[in-house]
């Protein structure tokens, strides 16, 4: 308990009691094979956002503390209810091992690249096992200085994962589906995944000392990668006869959250609405409308439709195959169209 009071007050921790929307946070985390990182940042504000007031720093395999080398000053500007996506920046085509490229399907979703060489910087290196802290404030001093001894003191916006979970965290590959979710037991859930904020959530963790990680409480999981799909649905094959993989990263550029009056249910009472489960195993989806559903469509990551089906009732069961990845569902109904993004896991 001493431990955990005194981190706390290393830093100006953003009040808990903050009005909901009034900040930015993390909206997507996405930990890639190889160098394939990146974090998206969510505006839920009517007001742009000055990035290059914000930090984000990388407390490595449960470390309590971070230096400057640990960490980014950010650049650009949110644009109200946008994103930003920061990405490791190793851009060169002909990196090899520790330097290979990033895909070009993830380059080309980034609005900066930050921590190019690792022994400068390593905050962009995270692998599944490192807390991710967004801070308002300026970096100063030298590579060594601790975090804790910049002045005026960092105000915590958003934390991903758990600060200091422990150094025998730091032989495990992330956090996992079963409590204390940093032992191993259980799926893990944040190596080689994407995390995509709930749109349900909408304010930061600014909580330094919180008791445990459960990523599922405000996150949804997915792959890292997924497979290419034909028009039908069907996994395409090389000519090798393996599946085509890509990046796993096509909701990354956009966010869907409550703060955001644009993508509110056009069904106003959410009652009215339902869709279960998701994210789903096997992708079964259980779709219910009191207004009636009249044509359930589902599109994949690429635009192409891989499922639609006419439905004149108020419950539906679909399925849309069992192939991993984030897709869009339209309902039909008759109070108007309901979309959904649902993912199968």
């Not at 505006?43 to 470390?63: E, F, H, K, M």
């Not at 904020?197 to 405000?218: D, H, M, S, W, Y």
């Not at 006419?310 to 849309?320: D, G, L, M, P, Q």
Request: glycine share 8%; net charge negative; aromatic share 10%.
């Amino acid at each position: 308990m001493k431990k955990a009071l005194l981190f706390v007050s290393l830093f100006t921790v953003g009040s808990t009691f903050a009005q909901d929307c009034s900040k930015i946070f993390i909206s997507e985390y996405v930990e890639g094979w190889s160098n394939n990182k990146a974090l998206e940042i969510y505006n839920p504000t009517n007001t742009a956002v000055d990035l290059s007031q914000y930090i984000v720093a990388r407390y490595s395999n449960g470390a309590n503390s971070a230096t400057v080398a640990n960490a980014v000053q950010l650049t650009g500007t949110i644009a109200p209810h946008d994103v930003y996506v920061a990405v490791l920046d190793k851009r060169v085509a002909t990196g090899t091992g520790q330097e290979a490229p990033i895909w070009d399907s993830l380059e080309v979703k980034g609005d900066g690249f930050y921590s190019p060489v690792y022994n400068t910087n390593n905050c962009f290196y995270f692998n599944g096992n490192d807390a991710m802290v967004l801070f308002k404030g300026t970096l100063t001093g030298n590579a060594t200085t601790q975090l804790s001894a910049i002045t005026p003191a960092l105000e915590v916006i958003d934390i991903f994962g758990k600060i200091g979970e422990g150094t025998s965290f730091a032989s495990l590959s992330g956090w996992s589906t079963t409590a204390p979710y940093n032992t191993g037991v259980g799926v893990i859930v944040t190596e080689d995944h994407s995390l995509i904020r709930k749109a349900t959530v909408v304010k930061g963790e600014t909580n330094p000392a919180i008791t445990e990680f459960n990523a599922l409480v405000q996150w949804d999981s997915i792959p890292a990668t997924t497979y290419l799909l034909d028009n039908n649905g069907d996994t395409i094959k090389s000519n090798a006869g393996n599946p085509i993989q890509f990046g796993n990263w096509a909701t990354l550029g956009s966010h869907d959250c409550n703060c955001n009056p644009l993508t509110v249910n056009k069904i106003p009472d959410f009652n009215q609405f339902g869709l279960y489960p998701n994210p789903s195993n096997d992708g079964t989806f259980n779709v219910s409308a009191t207004s009636g559903i009249e044509r359930i469509t589902v599109i994949n990551s690429l635009g192409q439709v891989v499922k639609s089906v006419k439905v004149n009732a108020s419950n539906a069961t679909i399925n849309i195959g069992n192939a991993p990845g984030v897709y869009i569902l339209k309902a039909e109904t008759g109070s108007g169209i309901v979309t959904k993004r649902v993912i199968v896991k």
